[in-house]
């Protein structure tokens, strides 16, 4: 309680201690001063229904905003095949995108394969994403797939998953795979949104990591959609 008689929570006058008033004309004259004090007492400004009202409307207003502006973010990116100058950038994304990321001589050793493709997302001059995958005869097989830091929830991954997305047909291949680490929860969420879904567990699959790993597939439009096999945690939140 503050000395001047204000309640600071209530911010409604209280009649001050020390003052106090004798038989029923004093009490009745407390009364009419407490009464006074409510209508004059000043309201927080949030409080009263009109400015409610405006502050839901700031934030909506807000909230508008930053949608528009993450719209207007969103990059246009040209998805080539990946050559060797490519590779120091690619390593980079690499590294802040993995716990276990693959060294150059990886990289190298799996684009020598004969159905071993690598394709990297190029904004301007700067790659900002990758992906490498093997053909098979019914269907494309994810081994890599990133995205740089900085770029990410701008609709880079996104085109990369278009991309090969595009090159499926019903009378080949029809669906794509790959397998994501149990643990990360945001590449599943991630490959939720464009259309894949769980449908195996492999378990302890990693050589450096006790952990499982869940296979996720897409599956071209034209073909009927398989319901999936396992349900993951993504599932269970997503739903």
Not at 31 to 51: I, M, R, Y
Not at 95 to 122: H, K, T, Y
Not at 147 to 171: F, I, N
Not at 206 to 213: I, K, N
Request: hydrophobic fraction near 35%.
């Amino acid at each position: 309680m503050r000395q001047d008689g204000r309640n600071p929570q209530s911010s409604v006058w209280m009649p001050q201690k020390g003052k106090p008033s004798e038989g029923w004309l004093g009490k009745l004259c407390d009364w009419v001063a407490c009464l006074k004090a409510l209508d004059t007492a000043p309201q927080d400004e949030a409080s009263t229904p009109l400015n409610q009202q405006n502050l839901i409307s700031d934030r909506l207003t807000r909230k508008e905003a930053a949608m528009s502006h993450s719209q207007q973010q969103q990059l246009r990116v040209h998805i080539r095949w990946m050559i060797r100058r490519d590779m120091p950038e690619v390593l980079s994304i690499e590294r802040e995108s993995f716990e276990f990321p693959w060294f150059e001589e990886d990289f190298i050793r799996c684009l020598r394969q004969r159905n071993c493709i690598g394709m990297v997302a190029e904004q301007g001059e700067r790659v900002v994403g990758f992906m490498i995958y093997e053909l098979h005869k019914t269907r494309l097989h994810i081994l890599n797939f990133a995205v740089a830091d900085s770029m990410r929830m701008r609709g880079v991954g996104r085109q990369m998953a278009e991309k090969l997305e595009g090159k499926l047909s019903s009378q080949r291949r029809t669906r794509i795979t790959l397998e994501v680490r149990e643990t990360n929860l945001a590449a599943q969420l991630f490959f939720k949104q464009v259309g894949f879904r769980a449908t195996n567990v492999l378990r302890s699959y990693y050589e450096d990591s006790p952990e499982d790993a869940y296979v996720m597939q897409y599956h071209c439009a034209a073909n009927e959609f398989v319901e999936p096999m396992v349900s993951n945690r993504i599932d269970r939140m997503a739903g």
